[in-house]
Nanobody, 117 residues
Framework: VQLQASGGGLVQPGGSLRLSCAAS????????MRWYRQAPGKERELVAS???????TYTESVKGRFTISRDNAKNTVYLQMSSLKPEDTAVYYC????????????WGQGTLVTVSS
């Protein structure tokens, strides 16, 4: 599975963006789809995840502001981001993971989100 992330850009504090992660193959086979981010000088952190059973988790700092969703028909995962803060500035990466055969752990190329006035 190859992933292509898009939707990043420059947005003012309090604004919204929607990131998309389009997969070349079926995401239905993935055990989980995840969004990570990496801010300058910081380690990559898990932001949100959605499992094949639609169990969703968020890191504490984005709860109530970000929403992860998946469209299996379009092989796409989304991250709707609202009430953005400067500390949300980072490169956002999508990830697809399958732990059974055929295993895979695929990453998109990253899309930059900059929150600044």
């Amino acid at each position: 599975v190859q992933l292509q992330a898009s939707g990043g850009g420059l947005v003012q504090p309090g604004g919204s963006l929607r990131l998309s992660c389009a997969a070349s193959g079926s995401i239905f086979s993935a055990n989980s789809m995840r969004w990570y981010r990496q801010a300058p000088g910081k380690e990559r952190e898990l932001v949100a995840s959605i499992t094949s059973g639609d169990t969703i988790t968020y890191t504490e700092s984005v709860k109530g502001r970000f929403t992860i969703s998946r469209d299996n028909a379009k092989n796409t995962v989304y991250l709707q981001m609202s009430s953005l803060k400067p500390e949300d500035t980072a490169v956002y990466y999508c990830n697809a993971r399958r732990i059974q055969y055929p295993k895979y752990d695929s990453w998109g190329q990253g899309t930059l989100v900059t929150v600044s006035s």
